[in-house]
Nanobody, 127 residues
Framework: QVQLVESGGGEAQPGGSLRLSCVASGFPFNLYDMTWVRQAPGKGPEWLSLISSGGLITRYSKSVQDRFITSRDNAKSMLYLEMNNLKLEDTARYYC????????????????????WGQGTQVTVSS
């Protein structure tokens, strides 16, 4: 059974940090590029970052570049998102998603463009 399970969400103050984790199971994690997407209340999903299957290539949206860092540990089938200098507008539900490495990189925020999609973890930034 394929699963992507996010954790690490919670509450933080502006300027604070959180680290999200996503554990994968049921598929060959090292053969999948991984992505983080978020959805704020009342808004559409927003693509945030991708990391290639081997971890050598990363890409970020302008909204999180220089504040968020994505990484992975293929030996543990884990994906991470280090979030720094959090802002009120970072409040959202955060999802991890996987896309087979044979496919081109995608910056789509739609679950339809990914092979696997997690249930999400809530991040709330408030003062």
């Amino acid at each position: 059974q394929v699963q992507l399970v996010e954790s690490g969400g919670g509450e933080a103050q502006p300027g604070g940090s959180l680290r999200l984790s996503c554990v994968a199971s049921g598929f060959p994690f090292n053969l999948y590029d991984m992505t983080w997407v978020r959805q704020a209340p009342g808004k559409g999903p927003e693509w945030l970052s991708l990391i290639s299957s081997g971890g050598l290539i990363t890409r970020y949206s302008k909204s999180v570049q220089d504040r968020f860092i994505t990484s992975r540990d293929n030996a543990k089938s884990m994906l991470y998102l280090e979030m720094n200098n959090l802002k009120l507008e970072d409040t959202a539900r955060y999802y991890c998603a996987g896309r087979g490495k044979a496919r081109a990189y995608s910056t789509s925020p739609s679950p339809d463009d990914y092979d696997y999609w997690g249930q999400g973890t809530q991040v709330t930034v408030s003062s």
